[in-house]
């Protein structure tokens, strides 16, 4: 079973970036789509971005377009999140989720998702 670590969370202010990391382990986690998902208070999960286990799919929210970008490293396991230009909206607990399902699972269906990391927090001051 593959597990998940999140990593990178922290404070900044409005306008500033903050990569975060999603560390896989597992035998085979570099066969499972990954993708970014983020809660804040009160409000329901939703999706960020996520990418397939190639590579070669990407998606992202509307919201999150020119400011975010998804990338992973196979060879490390390892799924990224560069947030730039970030504003007090983005505020939030950010989760990372690993599936084999078809990568459009991961924007329309997080509750079936395979597996999820613990969260990093990200707080962003206006």
């Known amino acids: 079973q593959v597990q998940l670590v999140e990593s990178g969370g922290g404070l900044v202010q409005a306008g500033g970036s903050l990569r975060l990391s999603c560390a896989a382990s597992g035998r085979t986690a570099s066969t499972y789509n990954m993708g970014w998902f983020r809660q804040a208070p009160g409000k329901e999960r939703e999706f960020v971005a996520a990418m397939s286990w190639s590579g070669g799919s990407t998606s992202s929210a509307d919201f999150v377009k020119g400011r975010f970008t998804i990338s992973r490293d196979n060879a490390k396991n390892t799924v990224y999140l560069q947030m730039n230009n970030l504003k007090a909206e983005d505020t939030a607990v950010y989760y990372c989720?690993?599936?084999?399902?078809?990568?459009?699972?991961?924007?329309?269906?997080?509750?079936?998702?395979?597996?999820w990391g613990q969260g990093t927090l990200v707080t962003v001051s206006s």
């Open positions: 989720a690993a599936d084999r399902g078809p990568i459009g699972r991961m924007a329309g269906n997080l509750r079936n998702l395979e597996v």
